[in-house]
């Protein structure tokens, strides 16, 4: 029974490094932004039921549709080959 009480506090120390990365990337990208840095996000969310996903693009409104497109399919791309491996 010790052996099962460890794994599970190790699996929730992953868990909570995890949410800490995620959380930090988006700190990041929001200070970008702050700063002027970024014309534009492409992104992709999943919720953690594993129910829904929300895609999206923020843009300002010097950003071409060019532009717009070809980040979504540099983010396709990415997905495609994250799911392969």
Same mark, same amino acid.
């Given at each position: 029974? /010790?052996?099962?009480? #460890?794994?599970?506090?190790? %699996? @929730?120390?992953?868990?909570?490094? +995890? %949410? @800490?990365?995620?959380?930090? $990337?988006?700190? !990041?990208?929001? *200070?970008? =932004? !702050?700063? $002027?840095?970024?014309k *534009?996000?492409?992104? =992709?969310? &999943?919720? /953690?039921?594993? !129910?829904? &996903? /929300?895609?999206? &693009? #923020?843009?300002?409104?010097s /950003? $071409?549709?060019? +532009?717009?497109? $070809? *980040?979504?399919? &540099?983010? =396709?791309? *990415?997905?495609? !080959?994250s799911? %392969?491996?």
């Amino acid at each position: 029974m /010790t052996n099962l009480v #460890l794994l599970n506090s190790q %699996r @929730a120390k992953k868990d909570e490094q +995890e %949410r @800490a990365d995620l959380v930090n $990337g988006l700190k !990041e990208l929001l *200070a970008k =932004a !702050e700063l $002027g840095e970024l014309k *534009a996000v492409c992104y =992709a969310s &999943i919720a /953690t039921d594993n !129910e829904s &996903i /929300t895609l999206g &693009i #923020l843009k300002g409104g010097s /950003t $071409g549709l060019h +532009e717009m497109v $070809g *980040a979504s399919q &540099i983010l =396709a791309d *990415a997905l495609l !080959e994250s799911a %392969r491996n």
